[in-house]
């Protein structure tokens, strides 16, 4: 994880990025509470899904699913709170077919995400 700082001084200049800090992305979600969203826009991605999703005991990792359905409303759902979350995870998610928009993100922090 990054802690940077943009500046941009005026238009004719470029942005100007300032690395602040860095620290492991294990680091953090082993200390962040994590939560992980995607859009399932297959339902035959829920099988592979549910695979994936290591429910821990000691998790603490939150997964939210929004079920693409083309209607006008499209569900969000809690899949549970007890999943042990990381990069790792999202990696093997970015390529199943019928998931879309994988996101982990610290509960609290929108201002840190990992995201395919």
Same mark, same amino acid.
């Given at each position: 994880m990054l802690n940077v700082e943009l500046?941009?001084? /005026?238009?004719?200049? *470029? *942005? +100007?990025? #300032?690395? +602040?800090?860095a620290r *492991? &992305?294990? !680091?953090? #979600?082993s200390a962040a509470?994590?939560?992980?969203?995607?859009d399932v826009v297959s339902a035959d991605a829920i099988a592979e899904l549910a695979l994936l999703l290591? +429910? !821990? *005991?000691? @998790? #603490?990792?939150?997964?939210r699913a929004r079920l693409r359905t @083309? @209607? /006008?409303h499209e569900p969000l759902i809690t899949l549970g709170r007890d999943?042990? &979350? !990381? /990069?790792?995870?999202?990696? +093997?998610?970015?390529?199943?077919?019928?998931?879309a928009n994988v996101a982990l993100t610290a509960r609290g922090q929108r201002n840190l995400r990992l995201v395919s």
């Open positions: 500046d941009n001084p /005026s238009p004719e200049e *470029p *942005p +100007r990025i #300032t690395v +602040r800090s *492991p &992305l294990a !680091d953090v #979600t509470k994590m939560l992980l969203q995607l290591p +429910r !821990d *005991p000691a @998790g #603490t990792g939150e997964v @083309g @209607g /006008s999943f042990h &979350l !990381d /990069s790792e995870l999202v990696e +093997r998610l970015i390529p199943i077919a019928g998931l």
